[in-house]
């Protein structure tokens, strides 16, 4: 239509008008979205979001093999000590979730509740399905559990009870799998409400036959448990690791790897000691003979192990543990050399510390801390903890010279002299000529030594976990009524809550 050839009229020229009004409206309106549009960036990657919020967001579960509350009041533990650190690389807060059970941490991330899990992930194919993982921190086995004093199976077809594990957990995905190829009567139970630990509760009680955990949970509740037992592995080892959201992101995950790299892996390996390193040291025997002594001698000895730990500021669980290291706490305990008494003291060490009778525990005990002082405050202040404390049961135990000399050694092999995980490599060496030669000290059974300090680790963390209903905050009346049951129950080794374990970190 040629405008310009129509006859002007005032109708034409206000329907004229109004047509121009309206496309200059449109267009007005689509440059304006053009202009919006071209304005709008690409969605957030999800590292940008996490600095952009200042906050990464982790899900994680209350277990001694990721996630919870040490003596102190502050939160610690495998998982978090490594997701605080991934958190202060990206500077940001963290912030954690804590899921019911490692299969809902994996759900909350796959629904983009939090960034990440960390909780003691098991690899597996199904789970690689649903998430995208980290590289590898720890290496497990599925293993199958059972009582004390009943039949031990040999494999999956030899079951007779109750079999039962968490829904949607790591074992139901290898218990499918096994029933499909080998045991084709294999039948189990799920729960949705118990976790790990109260399963394995359930088993160390007799009101469940067997249950399927990773082998770093069991090594840790067979300390508290001593009549739980490992039948089998049930498959190949998995890996253990943190869990991203799936889909073309993977920029947090890759902000993981080089966190990682840049972390190295002699300290992975030292974190991985502070919680795994000492799980193994005692065995199920060991644990159920220093459970009878709590109940036979310390409660003999422990006003004067708290005592002579008020005097000199260290935990007396630390040196109730060195006491039972020492001499399973028997005042009159003897070795052939000459030392004698609970901390089996030389008459030289007694002397100095003015200790006139090593018998008497009392006098025993009291010496002993002084003299763990003593040897603790002469090392390097730089020494961070807890292996300032490993380093100073070294010393405890062969000599301050000698850790000296470890020292030394280490870092002359290029080895951290302040890393307890170093100094324990190089240890054995002061037995071997060729390396005391160099030493200032000369020969030590630097082997013994790593072995009495992983011993009294283990012994600490059991008697934390024993005592620690003792040393509870007293309550008012009203919840000591409310409560008495419970508390009863606690008291009662053979009803203490599995979930309540406080494994402790010095």
């Not at 009004?21 to 053009?34: E, H, V």
């Not at 470890?406 to 002359?412: G, H, I, Y």
């Not at 509870?472 to 606690?490: F, G, H, I, N, V």
């Not at 080794?493 to 979930?499: A, V």
Request: charged fraction near 25%.
């Amino acid at each position: 239509m040629n405008l310009a050839a129509t006859p002007t009229t005032p109708e034409t020229k206000k329907s004229t008008s109004r047509v121009g009004l309206g496309r200059l409206a449109f267009l007005c309106g689509l440059f304006g979205l053009f202009a919006i549009l071209g304005t709008c960036s690409p969605r957030q990657s999800s590292l940008d979001e996490v600095k952009a919020l200042g906050v990464l967001r982790v899900a994680t579960v209350n277990s001694p093999t990721s996630y919870y509350i040490g003596q102190d009041g502050e939160p610690t533990g495998f998982d978090y000590d490594l997701a605080k650190a991934f958190a202060d690389e990206l500077g940001v807060k963290l912030e954690l979730v804590v899921a019911p059970s490692p299969p809902a941490a994996l759900d909350m991330v796959e629904e983009g509740v939090v960034h990440m899990a960390a909780a003691s992930l098991a690899e597996t194919p199904g789970r690689r399905k649903q998430v995208r993982f980290s590289q590898p921190l720890l290496k497990v086995a599925p293993t199958l559990v059972y009582r004390r004093g009943t039949p031990r199976p040999e494999n999956l077809g030899d079951l007779h009870g109750t079999l039962r594990v968490g829904t949607n957990s790591a074992p139901v995905e290898t218990l499918r799998e096994m029933r499909k190829q080998r045991y084709p009567q294999l039948k189990w139970d799920e729960t949705d409400d118990d976790v790990a630990e109260e399963l394995l509760y359930q088993v160390s009680q007799g009101t469940l036959d067997y249950t399927i955990v990773n082998s770093d949970l069991l090594a840790i509740n067979q300390r508290y448990y001593p009549n739980l037992r490992a039948a089998f592995t049930v498959s190949d080892a998995l890996d253990v690791a943190w869990a991203f959201r799936g889909g073309h992101d993977s920029s947090l995950a890759n902000a993981s790897t080089q966190f990682f790299a840049k972390l190295g892996k002699e300290e992975l390996a030292r974190i991985k000691d502070r919680y795994f390193g000492h799980v193994d040291q005692v065995d199920s025997q060991g644990a159920l003979t220093l459970a009878t002594h709590v109940d036979t001698r310390l409660t003999r000895y422990r006003a004067m192990f708290q005592k002579a730990a008020d005097s000199t500021g260290l935990d007396w669980r630390l040196l109730a543990a060195i006491g039972y290291q020492e001499s399973h706490w028997d005042p009159t305990a003897t070795s052939p050399t000459g030392v004698r008494g609970i901390m089996m003291l030389t008459n030289a060490t007694a002397s100095f510390l003015n200790v006139a009778n090593r018998e008497d525990p009392s006098q025993s005990i009291a010496g002993g801390a002084r003299y763990f002082k003593q040897i603790a405050d002469q090392l390097p202040t730089d020494i961070p903890e807890p292996d300032r404390t490993w380093m100073a049961l070294a010393a405890y135990n062969m000599g301050v010279g000698h850790l000296i000399d470890a020292r030394d050694l280490t870092a002359k092999l290029g080895g951290n002299p302040n890393r307890w995980l170093d100094v324990r490599h190089t240890l054995p060496l002061l037995s071997q000529s060729h390396w005391y030669r160099q030493t200032q000290h000369g020969y030590a059974r630097g082997h013994q030594a790593v072995i009495y300090v992983g011993n009294i680790r283990a012994y600490y963390d059991m008697l934390v976990w024993i005592t620690r209903d003792k040393n509870a905050e007293p309550k008012t009346s009203l919840e000591s009524a409310e409560e008495q049951k419970k508390d009863d129950d606690k008291d009662d080794p053979e009803k203490r809550n599995p979930l309540n374990i406080n494994s402790p970190v010095l």
